[in-house]
Nanobody, 125 residues
Framework: QVQLAESGGGTVQTGGSLELSCAFSGGSDHPFAMGWFSQAPGEDRQFVASILWPGRREHTFVSSRVNGRFSIDYEMVNRILNLQMLNLRPEDTAVYYC????????????????WGRGTQVTVSS
């Protein structure tokens, strides 16, 4: 089973930037997909971005609500999944989780079976 550990969260002002990272250990070197999801208090976990293995740029998916501001990439050698977050807004405030999927829709929460513990992102107005 793969272990996932997120880092890079924090508090920024509106318009600021953050980069989240997720380090993989154990498990398969070839997950079907790797993704980022967010969950705000009282809300369901939502898709943010995902990438199909082995991490080519043309095989990325980004939620429409963050498209143009967030981007995802995967460092295959180091097994690190990154999420670059630009022009952050208060509505981006949430706990961000990374996850891996072995099959299914790479944009669906239900496709992902292994999850990290999450990292908090807070955007102040």
């Amino acid at each position: 089973q793969v272990q996932l550990a997120e880092s890079g969260g924090g508090t920024v002002q509106t318009g600021g930037s953050l980069e989240l990272s997720c380090a993989f250990s154990g498990g398969s070197d070839h997950p079907f997909a790797m993704g980022w999801f967010s969950q705000a208090p009282g809300e369901d976990r939502q898709f943010v971005a995902s990438i199909l293995w082995p991490g080519r740029r043309e095989h990325t998916f980004v939620s429409s609500r963050v498209n143009g501001r967030f981007s995802i990439d995967y460092e295959m050698v180091n097994r690190i999944l990154n999420l670059q977050m630009l022009n952050l807004r208060p509505e981006d405030t949430a706990v961000y989780y990374c996850a891996t999927a072995t099959s299914g829709d790479p944009q669906a929460v239900a496709s992902y079976s292994d999850w990290g513990r999450g990292t908090q992102v807070t955007v102040s107005s």
